[in-house]
């Protein structure tokens, strides 16, 4: 007897109200970077930052730890009169900082801002309340210069004022903070992207400097200091001419993902929610959905076996696999409702095989969940495979179970054709579209004019996608213009598959108090 792990729907509040975001247009940005010392703790030296309005410098600055020893300060000091630039102390730039940031709601910019914020912060704590999971760095004992909140969402980090005595009520500044770096990995679609990488595709005119020995303050190394801060900001404004592209109407510096802008296009067409359009839908039904739901998987069929092989890749293989399931019309139907397909399904299974998959048609008989009684069928299972207690896994397994179990059918079809065998099968429900929902609306999203009642938008995205890709291919591999727009073609790869899958099963993690009843 071994314990399997399937997903569960919480009855909580699920009735969001729809909101707007502000979008503020930025005339006025700061940016700033830090250098530190070599060791492990990587405390703060010097820094350099530079204030924009317009686009245009207004003030710039280098400054330093007060501590900092006096044959380095002559350095900074010499430097400031040639260059020539204005030089602080830590605590004066700290003075600047909130001016700027958030008396003036300045955007606060860098690439990985964290780590520079986490610098010239005195002090740090872990966050509490709705906060928890986060940091809040100190920058000063002023009350009127409230701590800064640093919590990560997925690949990105958050940014807030800490609500304080000073700073609350309808009068409360958050303030705006965007990481470049974050927007980099978005837009140019990269999973880690360097500022020397971002500068190369975006081809800014200032260019990270090379080769630089870190530690020891020379005219070299705060030539280099400063590079880093222009050539931050240079790729900023590039990024800003790449992200009106989209045409899609959310904040910069409130694009945390891919999925951010999913779901601002989805908004921009007047799409509702599963649970705004569909308020009584059976909540028992919505637990057997998510029971039924197993991410990606990573399959080994030979291990430590040298075979030949056939390197196969599915083109677009989310969207590809939206488009043949119909899964467009659910997210724009005004209802979805259910339908008893038992006997029908019973047939289906007993009679599929890999010819007929060839009839793309047939997938669109596909959204359905099945009720089976496990007999040695190949399908997938969540478990602790190491008896660890530490990660459940998933894996393809032979189950048998004498408690009956929910699967998609295309599990129950995959078991079929590897093993030859129809799983038993006791009840299946099938999921239909009813109607369009009425407040949809026309948007440009990527530059083409969409009309959601008429038109595909993630086909118009697949199609867009490949137009670039047409264009990519008429140009040199090493063109600059040919990297850039390789990097939005493999963004629209991006925007797409949250259409197709991210963001209708989107799981973020809240802390919640102990003891607390729900229905599952």
């Known amino acids: 007897m071994k314990k399997i792990i399937l997903r569960a729907f919480a009855n909580v509040n699920t009735n969001k109200k729809d909101y707007t975001t502000e979008i503020k247009k930025h005339r006025r940005v700061l940016v700033f970077d830090t250098e530190t010392t070599t060791d492990e703790y990587q405390n703060l030296k010097i820094g350099f930052f530079q204030v924009y309005q317009d686009n245009i410098k207004v003030n710039e600055g280098l400054f330093y730890i007060n501590d900092l020893p006096n044959e380095d300060i002559k350095v900074l000091q010499k430097y400031s009169r040639t260059y020539p630039t204005s030089l602080y102390t830590l605590d004066k730039f700290k003075d600047i900082f909130y001016k700027e940031v958030y008396n003036r709601g300045t955007l606060c910019i860098g690439y990985n801002l964290a780590f520079d914020i986490s610098r010239i912060a005195q002090k740090y704590g872990y966050s509490r309340k709705y906060n928890k999971g986060g940091f809040t760095f100190t920058l000063s004992k002023d009350i009127n210069k409230p701590p800064i909140i640093i919590k990560k969402l997925g690949d990105a980090n958050t940014f807030k004022f800490q609500r304080n005595i000073a700073n609350k009520g309808k009068s409360y500044k958050s303030g705006y903070f965007l990481d470049v770096q974050t927007i980099s990995k978005i837009i140019l679609d990269k999973r880690r992207i360097s500022l020397d990488k971002s500068c190369e595709i975006l081809n800014t005119t200032t260019k990270k400097m090379k080769n630089i020995t870190h530690g020891k303050i020379t005219k070299l190394y705060i030539d280099y200091l400063i590079t880093d801060v222009k050539s ?109 397909v038992t006997d029908e399904i019973k047939n289906l299974v007993e009679n599929i095989d890999l010819e007929s998959l060839k009839n793309k048609e047939l997938f669109r008989q596909f959204n359905v969940l099945v009720k089976i009684k496990p007999n040695k069928d190949l399908l997938p299972i969540r478990f602790d495979y190491k008896n660890k207690n530490e990660n459940n896994n998933l894996g ?125």
């Open 232 to 340: 931050t900001f240079e790729v900023y404004l590039e990024l800003l001419k790449e992200f009106k592209k989209y045409d899609i109407d959310i904040p910069l510096e409130k694009t945390y993902s891919s999925a951010s802008l999913g779901k601002q296009a989805l908004a921009q067409l007047g799409i509702k929610s599963f649970f705004n359009c569909n308020p009584n839908f059976s909540k028992e039904l919505i637990g057997i959905i998510m029971s039924t739901y197993y991410g990606g998987r990573c399959e080994c069929v030979y291990r430590k076996k040298p075979v030949k092989i056939d390197y196969l890749d599915f083109t677009s293989m989310y969207p590809t696999i939206t488009l043949l399931y119909g899964i467009w019309d659910f997210i724009i139907a005004e209802q979805i409702t259910t339908e008893d």
């Open 396 to 520: 393809l397994n032979y189950l048998t179970s004498d408690k009956e179990l929910w699967y998609t059918l295309p599990d129950i079809i995959s078991s079929k054709i590897l093993t030859g065998k129809a799983p038993q099968i006791l009840e299946a429900i099938r999921f239909k579209p009813n109607g369009i929902q009425s407040d949809l609306k026309k948007s440009k999203i990527v530059g083409v004019n969409i009309n959601p009642k008429k038109e595909n938008l993630i086909k118009i995205c697949v199609d867009k996608r490949q137009e670039i890709k047409k264009e990519i291919k008429e140009l040199k591999k090493d063109d600059l213009e040919s990297k850039r727009l390789d990097g939005i073609q493999r963004a629209l790869k991006i925007l797409v598959n949250t259409f197709s899958y991210g963001i209708f099963i989107e799981l973020n993690p809240k802390e919640v108090k102990n003891n607390i009843k729900f229905m599952v």
